[in-house]
Nanobody, 125 residues
């Protein structure tokens, strides 16, 4: 599946952004859709995932601030980011999980086969 992320930008601390990830190529609803981020000099880290059955899991660092939703009719998954902090600054990537994985397996980048190009989020103080 091909993925195209968008919606990044520069925002002040405390502000909000919504990222979108549009998918094409295969049946979108079959896939768990994850969000990861990578800050300069750091490893890529799990942000959250929306399973194809609807359940959403979020990293502790973003719980209560970020939400993930998806619209299967538009083949799009969204990452709503509220109360942004400077430490949320990173390139954000969406990814489609390999079918058959669930639960905590979805926290690992290695189970995702298809990745979007990334979109930069910069949070200023």
């Amino acid at each position: 599946v091909q993925l195209q992320a968008s919606g990044g930008g520069v925002v002040q601390a405390g502000g909000s952004l919504r990222l979108s990830c549009a998918a094409s190529g295969r049946t979108f609803s079959n896939y768990g859709m994850g969000w990861f981020r990578q800050a300069p000099g750091k490893e890529r880290e799990f942000v959250g995932v929306n399973r194809n059955g609807g359940a959403t899991y979020l990293a502790d660092s973003v719980k209560g601030r970020f939400t993930i939703s998806r619209d299967n009719t538009k083949n799009t998954v969204y990452l709503q980011m509220n109360s942004l902090k400077v430490e949320d600054t990173a390139v954000y990537f969406c990814a489609a999980a390999r079918p058959g994985y669930s639960g905590s397996y979805l926290y690992a980048a290695r189970v995702y086969d298809d990745w979007g190009q990334g979109t930069q989020v910069t949070v200023s103080s």
